[in-house]
């Protein structure tokens, strides 16, 4: 597949709702549908949001819960879904990226490996222990969750496993949009790839934060082919995947690592 056609629900999440942000939820998962997208990718925590305390109350395991009903969604709407949980596992409460495809219901789980101090995520939540990457219709796909962005050995190891594509889910806050935007950029160029991120967008009142949003793709020159503003919305986009290959055939630089 040389082509393909991703919508980004670029969502105001309300922490502590799960009912409210899946209602919203569904809503852009149709209109994706709609817009003939294969892929619809939402931000980190979207069922909650930073609601670590309360983590536990609102999380399922992988075959049951929320997470079920999203595989029940992607096969009424014919669509791949990813972003991320809040996950039950064993005694452990985990950020999840469940890779949902509408043929095989859930193929796969990333969870998120470096955990963010200051908003209290690693004091509630277990880190997760590896990569994770799937060959998926489109190719060969990578996951990451927001912070994991500051840590470029996660996505060079996704360059080594041919990785075409990586997907971030993300509530990077205000105001490091500039760091958002250039180590997106920076893992686009290190590794020859395409980086998908989906950003959470508004204001969390009670613990202070505000999102920016700027939801968007690059490609593997490094180029932002794809960003939008703070508005919550759903922006479907098509990129050419047979750029990956013919960037790495052309400027042969993971051929030339010496460490």
């Not at 670590?52 to 969604?73: E, H, M, P, R, T």
């Not at 994770?132 to 500051?150: H, Q």
């Not at 996660?154 to 075409?164: S, T």
């Not at 760091?179 to 290190?190: D, F, K, P, V």
Request: charged share 20%; proline share 5%; glycine share 10%.
């Amino acid at each position: 597949m040389s082509a393909l056609t991703v919508s980004l629900a670029q969502m105001s999440v309300r922490k502590g709702l799960p009912r409210t942000n899946w209602a919203r939820m569904q809503e852009f998962t149709a209109r994706a549908a709609q817009n003939g997208a294969e892929v619809v990718v939402f931000p980190e925590l979207w069922d909650a949001g930073n609601a670590f305390d309360k983590g536990q109350d609102f999380a399922s395991n992988l075959s049951g819960g929320l997470f079920a009903q999203v595989a029940a969604l992607a096969r009424q709407h014919n669509l791949h879904i990813f972003g991320s949980l809040f996950e039950k596992r064993g005694v452990g409460l985990y950020n999840t990226v469940a890779v949902v495809s509408p043929l095989n219901g859930i193929m796969g789980a990333y969870r998120k490996l470096h955990l963010f101090k200051p908003t209290g995520e690693a004091r509630w939540l277990v880190p997760g222990e590896a990569p994770l990457a799937l060959d998926l219709p489109w190719g060969r796909t990578g996951f990451a969750i927001c912070y994991d962005l500051r840590f470029p050995e996660l996505f060079r190891r996704y360059a080594d496993d041919g990785a075409d594509v990586v997907i971030v889910p993300a509530a990077w806050p205000a105001p490091r949009l500039d760091h958002y935007r250039t180590l997106l950029r920076a893992r686009a160029i290190e590794n020859q790839c395409y980086m998908i991120a989906v950003n959470r967008t508004g204001a969390d009142e009670e613990d202070g934060l505000s999102y920016f949003g700027h939801s968007m793709i690059v490609d593997p020159w490094g180029e932002v082919v794809f960003e939008v503003g703070e508005p919550e919305g759903l922006y479907t986009v098509t990129i050419d995947l047979g750029l990956v290959q013919e960037v790495r055939r052309t400027f042969p630089v993971l051929g030339d690592r010496r460490i």
